[in-house]
């Protein structure tokens, strides 16, 4: 500063102080810097100004712009400004043809910026923004600086009471192209913050009020905030514009979050809502993306895997005709699991199919894939591969910014930790969890949860707990009436409740067993070692290996448990070891240690025991433990 003012000179070498009363020194670091600006000159401190409006980063013709000077007068001032040490000039520009400069500390702009009044910051940051929008290409990429210029100017017009009619629907549009910018790079609560701000600029009766509603419903859906009230607002608004599609679209995307959260039937009216209204529309991938919606969510509804075919075929070959590969494969992954369904194991390519698609085109439809291809590789009985699924299904979650996917993944991982015998950290997956749906949104994922929870309460002794557990994942399963819900459910109920109340326990792997044998028990398989020792009576137990022998797709569970029913324990659990589950294992060691001991095996008794307390042991399984305790006792 005393440089700047001439105060303290350069001489002999060294420096020479003029002789002044008492030093000029101001009471802070935002003080010297404004005193150091207060001796530049005029011009020159009109241009750091105009540099301030533009950024912390500027070039030479954007402050032209800002200035309304000429480009030669302002890098003149510039290298002034530089001498003074108050900006610097960088090696490289991001921006070809021109000069790229910084200022030497933030709080030199800031105080800079402080000295210039409202209307002129309404001016200037308008001109900012005009300049960044004529720049060729790239547009796209400045989206959210240009709509700061906008808004900033904006608002201090308003402060200053001198509005331009043409900035407020200035600001609007540069909003929009912010917002969909970060969509497109899955900043979801970056776009649902701008186009809120979009929206408050609207009027009632601007035309693009109703589809900006959808896109912040979409947003705030993907950034896990409430979203279902702007949905419906949307679809309303859509509507009386009669814009069928959009409200479709509106009506499906309600329909996505209803199924999410475990409300299927609520998320089958909403689709059908959406196809009345997509119906008779011209193929298109909104169309496409609705047909495969429905179909999705009436896959597993009895008497309608027809009508579910139907729309997921209309809607891959709308995608085909298009060329729209991600709404391929957002099709295909259905149809393979309705394949599935109708008994067909090749089903399965499909969803590896759609997977590969997804992930070569990186999109969020590999969420889905992951989860389902995961699913199907556990009901096969290959749980190793199924965990690795789940691992890169929770990267790609956090890659695409999708928190209800990520937690997803998180949560089927305790299913993971339960066979692995990582059971206090299948414990901690579980009640984390179980807080954020507490906390933020019911999810469809909780009554499996609930089961893996109760398993492992109930193998360390903590029968309340463990039938709590089951009482609620149950409950849970019977609003969906999904049977990859209910069957698990119905299963750890009847194992559960079997010493305390037997009769309830029973009625439970009836009514499991009576679904096993009129739907397709697929998707109870990884399951039904839960119920095999509470089943009762030899016509189930018959009947349930007549089920099982005939039941396509094959699953290597069936093999396990058809072991089980024959009374060949050591196989049955060196099956469940090359499953990868490692707690039926051990029970079924336990199981054949006993069979050996009833025949007079004692050797091979005491190799299956030993195998079978390691693990018990290991997961502090405390009341398997005693059972095995009381075994090698006898």
Not at 96 to 120: C, K, M, N
Not at 179 to 188: D, N, R
Not at 276 to 285: F, G, Q, V
Not at 343 to 354: H, K, L, N, Y
Request: aromatic share 6%.
């Amino acid at each position: 500063m005393l440089v700047d003012r001439g105060l303290l000179e350069r001489a002999d070498g060294g420096w020479k102080l003029e002789p002044i009363g008492e030093l000029p020194v101001p009471d802070s670091v935002l003080g010297i810097i404004a005193a150091r600006l207060d001796a530049v000159p005029l011009e020159d401190k009109a241009v750091i100004q105009d540099a301030s409006v533009v950024g912390k980063v500027f070039w030479p013709g954007a402050v032209a712009c800002v200035a309304e000077r000429g480009k030669w007068a302002i890098e003149e001032a510039l290298l002034r400004l530089e001498q003074r040490q108050l900006v610097r000039r960088r090696h490289d520009s991001s921006l070809s043809g021109d000069s790229e400069w910084v200022f030497e500390h933030a709080l030199i702009r800031d105080v800079a910026y402080r000295t210039i009044v409202r209307p002129q910051r309404a001016q200037k940051h308008r001109r900012a923004a005009e300049w960044l929008s004529s720049l060729p290409g790239g547009r796209r990429d400045r989206a959210d600086t240009i709509a700061h210029h906008y808004v900033t100017a904006l608002e201090n017009a308003k402060a200053s009471g001198q509005m331009d009619a043409g900035l407020r629907p200035a600001a609007a549009e540069a909003l929009r192209a912010a917002a969909e910018h970060a969509s497109s790079v899955h900043s979801h609560v970056s776009a649902a913050r701008l186009w809120s701000q979009a929206l408050e600029l609207c009027s009632a009766d601007d035309r693009r009020r109703a589809r900006w509603l959808l896109a912040l419903g979409k947003s705030l859906a993907l950034a896990d905030e409430p979203a279902a009230p702007t949905l419906d607002e949307a679809a309303s608004e859509l509507l009386a514009a009669g814009d069928l599609i959009g409200a479709a679209e509106a009506e499906s995307m309600s329909a996505w979050l209803l199924s999410l959260a475990g409300k299927p039937e609520r998320a089958r009216e909403r689709d059908r809502r959406a196809f009345e209204l997509a119906r008779k529309a011209a193929p298109s991938p909104t169309k496409a993306l609705i047909l495969s919606s429905s179909g999705a969510h009436a896959v597993f509804v009895r008497g309608r895997r027809d009508e579910a075919l139907a729309h997921l075929e209309e809607a891959l070959t709308i995608a085909e005709s298009l060329g729209l590969r991600e709404i391929e494969a957002e099709a295909l992954q259905f149809i393979g699991m309705a394949r599935l369904d109708a008994g067909e194991e090749q089903g399965v390519r499909d969803i590896e199919r759609a997977l590969a698609t997804a992930v070569d085109l990186n999109s969020p439809v590999a969420l889905s894939c992951y989860g389902n291809l995961a699913d199907m590789r556990r009901y096969f009985g290959d749980l190793r591969e199924s965990a690795a699924l789940h691992v890169d299904g929770e990267r790609a979650a956090e890659r695409f910014a999708i928190p209800v996917q990520v937690r997803r993944f998180r949560a089927e991982q305790a299913c993971d930790l339960y066979y692995s015998g990582d059971w206090d950290e299948a414990l901690a997956h579980v009640e984390e969890y179980l807080d954020a749906v507490k906390t933020r949104s019911p999810h469809r994922g909780i009554g499996e949860a609930r089961v893996h929870r109760g398993r492992i309460r109930l193998a360390r002794g903590d029968g309340r707990g463990a039938i709590e557990d089951a009482e609620a994942a149950l409950e849970f399963a019977r609003t969906t009436a999904e049977p990859f819900n209910l069957f698990p459910a119905l299963a750890f109920h009847a194992r559960a409740l079997a010493a305390a109340a037997p009769e309830r326990a029973e009625e439970s792997a009836e009514e499991l067993l009576t679904g096993l044998v009129a739907g397709q028990p697929f998707w109870g398989a990884w399951i039904l070692p839960d119920v095999v020792g509470c089943m009762g009576g030899e016509g189930r137990l018959a009947s349930l290996r007549r089920t099982l022998a005939g039941a396509t797709p094959h699953s290597r569970w069936y093999d396990a448990v058809v072991a089980t029913l024959e009374g060949d324990f050591a196989r049955a659990a060196d099956l469940y070891a090359a499953i990868g589950s490692r707690p039926d294992e051990a029970v079924a060691r336990l199981r054949a240690a006993e069979h050996a001991l009833a025949t007079d095996d004692a050797g091979e008794a005491q190799a299956q025991l030993t195998r079978a307390q390691a693990f018990f042991d290991r997961v502090g399984a405390h009341a398997l433990l005693r059972d095995a305790k009381a075994l090698a006792s006898a």
